[in-house]
């Protein structure tokens, strides 16, 4: 299961190297991974009504070519694993044909205090239900 | 009653165009008015008790000369007027002696809900104290 | 002429009081500019032609409403008034039909170095074509 | 060798979760990288003089425990190994003994037309006596 973002790139989405700043690629990938909940209808919304928050555990992001002003940008995510607590998501940038960065991010379920819980039941079985390699 | 607050620019404060990004002078206009309540003990810890927050209601913001990479400037805050519910600023940010903007800043006082409230007794206290034309 | 753009609120939009941060307004201020310049076929490509960048002089906003996370936000784009080295542009934040921010933003066209110049008169052409007060 | 900066979180910083972006980390860990660099005389200008930059190849960044509003962070950065194009760092955030953040960053040099070059001799002799496993 792959979910795509289109993205205009803007001045404030670049620094006076005259390329996309490069913690501004985390903010693409939280849009991305965003829209990918949503396609599945488990989005914010939905976690708002499960008391939970899913936040970034670790980020792994290699920068491969440099974007720029005025580039449309697409975010490509997919959701590679399941853990008990944990979402593996695999996230590219690419402009046309060319590869941006690619990234693994892993999320992890926390309730309202921050404290790590198991993803809740509902929204498992849907996750695991769109991951090839869903089962825990 | 001034406040100043040093700050050095990194690459993430500037874009392409080689200059400091026009939203981020609203960043570091925030800190400056941080350190202004902070000094004068009135700070964001002051406010949580209070049950208020200052919200911007109003910017004005002239755009006088480019800053750069590696820039170390200045933000110059002054309280100018004290209203029921609101806090006029005037600010500058300076490299050395050349002013980069000066904007006045109308803070609103509101209750956690975000519906405007009088800024509490105590807090005014200090503020009109501390300001020429405090006097409403 | 009135110049449209749609854009969704992510995380990054916002801040810990729960509401979009006042300073990010003015980065969709610059989308809805840019994307109301396109719409003319006066985008960055052209002024990258011409020798010309437009950098913004000065803002006036009102924060009239707070927007927040999710959110899909609209910004409205009205070109007021040309000067010879100045465009006026009116500007709009709505949620629906609620009023987030008003803005009154003037550009000033310079040239490479940043130094005051003349609206080149093919882009000044169409700019006044398209905007009811348009003669200097 | 380790290089240590001080920054004040600002509500700019965070978001609506309450805790500071997991982008804006990427902000902190660049500044503080320079402040490593300028402690050891091989500042942006003297890249400048070279012909060269040095761009974020990858990070491996994991977050640890949030952030918060007008927390003080520490950012500590180590060089940990010397490539002939490339640079390992190793950073931290932390607040007081807590560790916020942990990172891995690799920053490749390249030219003015950010391909990849050999990091001249000058600044790859200060670095690699700096650091402890210098030697490629």
Redesign the interface.
Same mark, same amino acid.
């Not at 670049?14 to 390329?19: A, M």
């Not at 700043?21 to 501004?24: D, G, L, P, S, V």
């Not at 936040?55 to 920068?63: E, L, N, Q, T």
């Given at each position: 299961m792959e979910s795509y973002l289109e993205k205009?790139i803007?001045?404030?989405d670049? @620094?006076?190297?005259?390329?996309i700043? !490069? =913690?501004?690629y985390?903010?693409y990938l939280?849009?991305g991974r965003?829209e990918a909940f949503s396609a599945l209808g488990i989005?914010?919304?939905k976690w708002l009504e499960a008391g939970i928050?899913f936040?970034?555990?670790?980020?792994?992001? @290699?920068?491969k070519s440099?974007g720029? !002003? =005025?580039d449309t940008i697409k975010i490509i995510s997919r959701i590679e694993k399941i853990g008990r607590t944990t979402i593996y998501f695999n996230q590219e940038v690419k402009r046309d044909q060319v590869i941006l960065v690619q990234a693994n991010v892993v999320l992890a379920c926390v309730d309202k205090n921050?404290k790590p819980r198991s993803i809740p039941e509902d929204i498992k079985k849907i996750l695991v239900a769109k991951c090839p390699s869903g089962r825990v």
């Open positions: 205009k803007y001045y404030h670049t @620094d006076c190297g005259g390329v700043y !490069y =913690a501004n985390l903010k939280e849009e965003t989005g914010p919304q928050i936040v970034v555990a670790h980020v792994d992001i @290699d920068y440099p720029r !002003y =005025a921050l």
